[in-house]
């Protein structure tokens, strides 16, 4: 069951759209469930299709495209560090093994202490600052060196 906090925000998101488009609210109405749980479960897929009167496979096909729905419990900081071409480039590779070993996990696995989950991502549009990542699909961090990740890792231990 959708909470009704998130009801509200997919109610008003399906003002944007006409009446009968309301599947086109599908991508907001993922991202607010996983603002609110952190990831996306099946069903709170079906939730969403029964209240956006879509088909549940239509649902799962949307969150199983885009990198950023965490159809797993991935920590309460997911860090999804850009591997596509540029990246990998100027040093996603040595970033990812830098995360991984600063924080004990591989992609796709969450710290002990559920505090940090590590996911590699597709390309995010801000290949001049390569290599990059974002925290919680909503911080974008660039220009990555070693220093930098402990600085930003410093920053959420205090959170």
């Not at 399906?14 to 086109?24: E, F, G, M, T």
């Not at 591989?106 to 940090?116: F, H, L, Q, T, W």
């Not at 909503?138 to 930003?152: P, S």
């Amino acid at each position: 069951m959708l909470s009704a906090s998130i009801q509200e925000q997919i109610d008003r998101e399906l003002k944007k759209y006409p009446a009968d488009h309301r599947q086109s609210a599908v991508m907001a109405a993922l991202r607010f469930v996983q603002d609110e749980k952190g990831w996306i479960s099946t069903d709170d897929m079906s939730d969403i299709a029964s209240y956006l009167g879509m088909p549940e496979i239509a649902v799962f096909e949307v969150a199983t495209f885009y990198h950023m729905y965490n159809l797993k419990p991935m920590g309460k900081h997911t860090i999804t560090v850009c591997t596509n071409l540029s990246c990998t480039l100027c040093g996603a590779e040595d970033t990812v093994a830098y995360l991984s070993s600063r924080l004990g996990i591989g992609i796709g696995e969450v710290s002990a202490d559920g505090k940090y989950g590590l996911r590699e991502g597709e390309c995010m549009g801000a290949c001049k600052d390569a290599p990059l990542f974002t925290i919680n699909n909503k911080k974008l961090c660039g220009r990555l060196t070693h220093e930098k990740i402990d600085q930003i890792l410093a920053e959420l231990d205090k959170s």
